[in-house]
Nanobody
Framework: QVQLVESGGGLVQPGGSLRLSCVASGRILRPNIFAWYRQAPGKERELVASVNSGGIANSADSVKGRFTISRDNAKNTLYLQMNSLKAEDTAVYYC????????????WGQGTQVTVSS
């Protein structure tokens, strides 16, 4: 069983920065995709950014140029550097890990709250 534990959320003013981390523990099979999702109140969960085990990253248009996703495979850790934060970035951010190989799996973290407000 794999566990994902997020950290780094909090309250920040508009224009500020935060760095989220997600540590995965357990037996992790590759290839896989590590991703950040977010869910704002009253809205559906949406994909923010993802990075595969080879290091290829993608991000949503709404965060391009502001958020950077990265991973450290040696530490089984996923990061999300969030700069120039806006009020509309306020949401619970979830870490997600899913397998691309012959054995299918998908795991979620418990979520971390990010609030952008003055």
């Amino acid at each position: 069983q794999v566990q994902l534990v997020e950290s780094g959320g909090g309250l920040v003013q508009p224009g500020g920065s935060l760095r989220l981390s997600c540590v995965a523990s357990g037996r992790i099979l590759r290839p896989n995709i590590f991703a950040w999702y977010r869910q704002a109140p009253g809205k559906e969960r949406e994909l923010v950014a993802s990075v595969n085990s080879g290091g290829i990253a993608n991000s949503a248009d709404s965060v391009k140029g502001r958020f950077t996703i990265s991973r450290d495979n040696a530490k089984n850790t996923l990061y999300l550097q969030m700069n120039s934060l806006k009020a509309e970035d306020t949401a619970v951010y979830y870490c997600n890990l899913y397998g691309l190989g012959p054995i299918s799996y998908r795991y979620w973290g418990q979520g971390t709250q990010v609030t952008v407000s003055s």
